[in-house]
Structures are given as structure tokens and as C-alpha cells.
């Protein structure tokens, strides 16, 4: 079974189909960072291009 990439808890078979490698809650605090940082916040992550290298984020 797949793991979440961000805690490492198992993901339940819908949280895989639908989010593929994190759980619900790292992916709701994921969506709160990006829109943070394009309201004007600074992420090194994402000032360095980590939105961009996720392909299923558009
Ligand atoms: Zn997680």
C-alpha cells in the first residue's frame, strides 16, 4: 500500500486514487502554501520551482 510522501502515514484507497501520493491533510496544507505564496508570500521551495515540478497541479 502506498505511504504519504509528506508524513508517511498508509493512504486510504481513495485518498491514492485521487491525491496519488499524499494524504488528505498534507494535501489541503499543500494547496494552503501555494495559494499563500501567490497571494505574495515567500517559499524558498516554490521560489525555486517546486510548483512547476509538480505536473499534476495546474
Ligand atoms: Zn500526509
Do not use: N, Q, T, V
Not at 501520493?21 to 517559499?43: L, N, Q
Not at 515540478?53 to 495546474?58: E, G, K, N, Q, S
Amino acid at each position: 500500500m502506498a505511504e504519504c510522501k509528506e508524513c508517511g502515514i498508509p493512504l486510504m484507497p481513495d485518498e491514492e486514487y485521487y491525491l496519488e501520493d499524499r494524504c488528505e491533510c498534507c494535501e489541503r496544507m499543500w494547496h494552503e502554501r501555494i495559494s499563500d505564496w501567490r497571494e505574495g508570500h515567500h517559499d524558498p521551495g516554490l521560489d525555486a520551482g517546486e510548483f512547476e515540478a509538480m505536473p499534476r497541479i495546474h
